[in-house]
């Protein structure tokens, strides 16, 4: 995933942006997102961008509640439960295979659906939770699954469950390989080491 995003945008007050630009391929791309003052150095904000799912396509595997069936968010949906993304949190359990709610290390601040992938933006409480980094520096690894709530499957009798309404109330950050979605992605935007360097001043 490219910086060129533009999910992080430099505000100095806090507001709610949305948006719907059409892409240089014809493709809509819909986002939101939360703008917080810019506070250079933050000790406890290290960015993070990620793709949290893919629209319209069948997971890889059964996420966690699903009962075994693997499942399509429809990008209706996924739209449509955009503003539910944003403050929610991002956490992780420990050995990076699922999910714990309870362990809240990180929020959303944006999310948008370009083309199959729903991304988000957001910040990492670092320092609130420096177990994280050695493992989230390893580019390539690390995926993301959402955690949903009210979710209506069109469907219960399908094979695969397509989910045509949900409310997102968080995501994880875990191995890829473990995520029901292996084209999911995450990494934090700028080096541990610069951050450390801030600390030191």
């Not at 059409?22 to 960015?47: C, Y």
């Not at 059964?62 to 693997?70: D, L, M, V």
């Not at 309870?102 to 992938?117: L, S, W, Y």
């Not at 709530?149 to 009798?157: G, Y």
Request: glycine letters at 10%; charged letters at 25%.
């Amino acid at each position: 995933m490219e910086d060129g995003l533009g999910l992080h945008r430099k505000s100095t007050g806090i507001a709610c942006r949305t948006g719907l630009t059409q892409g240089s391929a014809g493709m809509e791309l819909r986002a939101m997102a939360v703008e917080f003052p810019v506070v250079h150095g933050h000790p406890n904000r290290l960015p993070f961008e990620g793709v949290l799912t893919l629209v319209d396509v069948a997971s890889d595997k059964a996420p966690s509640g699903a009962r075994g069936h693997r499942v399509i968010l429809t990008r209706a949906a996924a739209e449509a439960a955009l503003p539910s993304l944003l403050g929610m949190a991002v956490d992780y359990k420990a050995g990076w295979d699922g999910h714990d709610a309870r362990q809240k290390c990180g929020i959303i601040t944006a999310a948008e659906v370009d083309g199959k992938r729903l991304t988000v933006a957001g910040y990492l409480f670092a320092r609130d939770f420096p177990e994280m980094e050695s493992k989230i520096q390893i580019e390539g690894t690390m995926g993301m699954s959402y955690e949903l709530a009210d979710a209506h499957v069109a469907d219960m009798r399908s094979q695969v469950w397509t989910l045509t309404r949900a409310t997102f109330t968080g995501a994880a950050i875990l191995l890829r390989e473990k995520a029901a979605y292996r084209s999911t992605s995450f990494r934090v935007k700028r080096p541990v080491v610069a951050r450390r360097a801030g600390l030191a001043r």
